[in-house]
């Protein structure tokens, strides 16, 4: 995006008359009860069942992904399930609010470390403990922050609904299609803003489907979409009728439009993620499926992904790295091929090589990338590839002198706070006990998962999603405030997610031992689920219709995972 683009006359008036369009819709907004924005919401959420199916075929198909590659899962979770989890939670707070009661109402908190408060935001129901056993998520609000203040502040905008917030600009995400959908409902929501919603171009196809999904916005004047190039994005952020910008993407994108701004801008913009190898006495198959696990972590998507696993940090002193690394090789290896999609992939990949020549290529395209911690790691950890490139770094030290020092490599060396993921086994989580929980208030993500991808954070709709706390349009290296946040919690610090280290039937040993229990064999997001792609259309269906007997056929298929 340059500051001298200029969309065409028409191209302007077109522009312009969307913008004075959503100046009437803000105050109408303000006029609805919040009985009437939930129906609304419902009406929302109507639409999305009727394009689902088409939504995940085009997504898919856009992404090189054509009919019976086991990978389109992605694009029905990545899509409407992300959209129809996110209504209902919405919904859910507004029907609260409607009744006088807190967002928080029946929601559990509990102390986490540092004087904070943790809200336990899922599971919240028997659907989530079914479809997603073992995972949960839990928002840590800053420092002081009391359960009491907490229940009192959640719903932000929507507990003065009469009080307009004016017009955002949301500038959508290339990657993810949910992510534009969810960026206007939190417009929405969160501030009472309208939106306008400038479509990356990669998204292009999927325009008709977002306008019949949200066909209840746009017909009162609470949304309007938009195509274009960096000329209409620069256009848009200097209109004097935008009161706020909103951007998912690359940090470089942000740098150009800052110095243009006269509004607040909130932001969400990726960074190089770690993955926490924590040593201990693992099995053959805790290997096997851990580096199955990180695979996923960085090629779902094929790495085009803000959350993306980029880093793993292990130890230089665990008895089995070698084992490890040779499973982590072949894992990355045997995963599904699929086309690099996403614009300047290749040119990406050519700087990875450029950086790491001695690096091991994968499948063909895929780098894997084995760097000492220093100078030689530098471009691996301050480079956002968002490309199939994964980094091997190896620490000094077990138990927690080395999860300290990861922690500490994570916080110094690593560029961007938007999310982070550790891998360790039930029984030296046991015997780190407290001195765990101290490290991961240390560690400075704004998602942290625990035996698990931040992935999950992103698409639990009651947790909230962005960078730690402190960015600024001076230094922002993952963004400005947080998303999704369907309870409306205020003074939020971080999620932490918290899966389960073993699957099924191997889980079954923590019920006696005090672990993560989980009935799922292999999750339906892993790049290497056999049924990945029917499990995941069949969870979203279920979020559509309720469906437990359609959904029982759909369970069967995970556990053939």
Known sequence: MTATAEPDTDERARLDAALIELSAGARTWSFLTLRQRRTLLLRIRAAVVAVAEEWADVASTSKGLEPGHPLRGEEWLGGPYG???????????????????SPLATVRTSAAPGGRVAVHTSPLSIADRVLLSGFSTEVWLRPGVSDTQARAAAGLGQRTPATPGGVGLVLGAGNVTSIPFLDVLYELLAFNRVAILKVNPTQDALVPVFERALAPL???????????????????????????????????????????????ITAELGGVAPIIVVPGAWSRADLRYQAEHIVTMRLQNNGHNCIAGQVVLMSADWPQRA????????????????????????????AARADY?????????????????????????????????????????????????????????????????????????AQLGADFEDALVELRYGTIAVN?????????????????????????????????????????????????????????????????????????????????????????RFRADGNWVKVLGTLVRAFRA
Not at 242 to 258: K, L, M, P, W
């Open 83 to 101: 959209a129809l989890v996110a209504l209902d939670a919405y919904a859910d707070t507004l029907a609260r609010l409607a009744e006088g009661k």
């Open 218 to 264: 746009i017909e009162p004047g609470f949304l309007r979409i938009v195509r274009g190039g960096g000329a209409v994005g620069a256009y848009l952020t200097r209109h004097p009728l935008v009161d706020h910008v909103h951007i998912t993407g690359a940090e470089a994108t942000f740098r150009a439009i800052v110095p243009q701004l006269s509004v607040p």
């Open 323 to 350: 084992e490890f690394l040779r499973e982590l090789t072949a894992a990355y290896e045997r995963a599904p091929q699929r086309p690099g999609w996403y614009p300047n992939t290749a040119a990406k990949l050519d």
């Open 357 to 429: 020549p001695d690096a091991t290529v994968c499948a063909g395209s895929r780098l894997l990338v084995h760097a000492e911690a220093g100078e030689d790691a530098a471009a691996l950890e301050r480079t956002e590839y968002f490309a199939p490139v994964l980094g091997v770094v190896e620490l000094p030290g077990l138990g927690q002198e080395f999860v300290d020092a990861a922690v500490a490599h994570a916080n110094d060396a690593l560029v961007g706070t938007l999310g982070a993921n550790i891998l360790i086994d039930p029984d030296t989580l």
């Open 452 to 540: 698990a991808w931040t992935a999950f954070g992103f698409l639990t709709p009651t947790a909230t999603w962005g960078a730690f706390p402190g960015g600024t349009v001076e230094d922002a290296p993952s963004g400005i405030g947080v998303v999704h946040n369907a309870f409306l919690l205020d003074d939020v610090e971080r999620t932490v997610v918290r899966g389960p280290f073993h699957p099924f039937p191997r889980s079954i040993g923590q019920l006696r031992r005090g672990g993560t229990f989980s009935v799922l064999p292999k999750p339906p997001w892993f790049v290497s689920s056999r049924t990945g792609a029917a499990v995941s259309e069949g969870f979203t």
